[in-house]
T-cell receptor, first 112, second 115 residues
Framework: QKEVEQNSGPLSVPEGAIASLNCTYSDRGSQSFFWYRQYSGKSPELIMSIYSNGDKEDGRFTAQLNKASQYVSLLIRDSQPSDSATYLCAPPTGGSQGNLIFGKGTKLSVKP | NAGVMQNPRHLVRRRGQEARLRCSPMKGHSHVYWYRQLPEEGLKFMVYLQKENIIDESGMPKERFSAEFPKEGPSILRIQQVVRGDSAAYFC?????????????FGSGTRLTVV
């Protein structure tokens, strides 16, 4: 059973702080990883992708991948109230199928 | 360039009726995925299709649910004899290739309510 684990939260941080979101996965075959953001009542929106070990930065977002530990994280610097949403981690299942399996998501609340 | 189009946005059905959900992928995308999201739950994979082929239906309930992606027209997710437990948001996503390094693009979803 391929699994993705995320802390469901809610994670509450003050405005301007760094929010740290974590994800572990069980499928060692996963090669690429995606972070999606989902506002309440809306559809998931891709915000970051990472394919190799290390860090990838995009504006206020940094994704970190450690394949040996089967761990991927998302850091949000200078958090804003508009970042309040549920963040979904999605590694592919690996193998030949490639369909994304999502974690349950971490609900982030940024307090003004 | 239109994104993934899903319709209807909201669908109300009485128990025992059929629900038909439609999804038109982004232009140039030939891979379609359906996901279900129950209230306060994560996204659950249902089925992965290419034109005229079901590639992976491991997430589909064994009964009452079916999906197709014909040569012409949108992908259809059909739920027969709906029950209250089918009430959920159903999202369709599409990608260029099977292992799309760009991830998936999601449609706005169809919110199904069974009364």
């Amino acid at each position: 059973q391929k699994e993705v684990e995320q802390n469901s939260g809610p994670l509450s941080v003050p405005e301007g702080a760094i929010a740290s979101l974590n994800c572990t996965y069980s499928d060692r075959g996963s090669q690429s990883f995606f972070w999606y953001r989902q506002y309440s009542g809306k559809s998931p929106e891709l915000i970051m992708s990472i394919y190799s070990n290390g860090d990838k930065e995009d504006g206020r977002f940094t994704a970190q991948l450690n394949k040996a530990s089967q761990y991927v994280s998302l850091l949000i610097r200078d958090s804003q109230p508009s970042d309040s949403a549920t963040y979904l981690c999605a590694p592919p299942t690996g193998g030949s199928q490639g369909n994304l399996i999502f974690g349950k998501g971490t609900k982030l609340s940024v307090k003004p | 360039n239109a994104g993934v189009m899903q319709n209807p946005r909201h669908l109300v059905r009485r128990r025992g009726q059929e629900a038909r959900l439609r999804c038109s992928p982004m232009k140039g995308h030939s891979h379609v995925y359906w996901y279900r999201q129950l209230p306060e739950e994560g996204l659950k994979f249902m089925v992965y299709l290419q034109k005229e082929n079901i590639i992976d239906e491991s997430g589909m309930p064994k009964e009452r649910f079916s999906a197709e992606f014909p040569k012409e027209g949108p992908s259809i997710l059909r739920i027969q004899q709906v029950v209250r437990g089918d009430s959920a948001a159903y999202f369709c996503a599409s990608s260029v290739g099977r292992r799309d390094l760009g991830g998936y693009t999601f449609g706005s979803g169809t919110r199904l309510t069974v009364v």
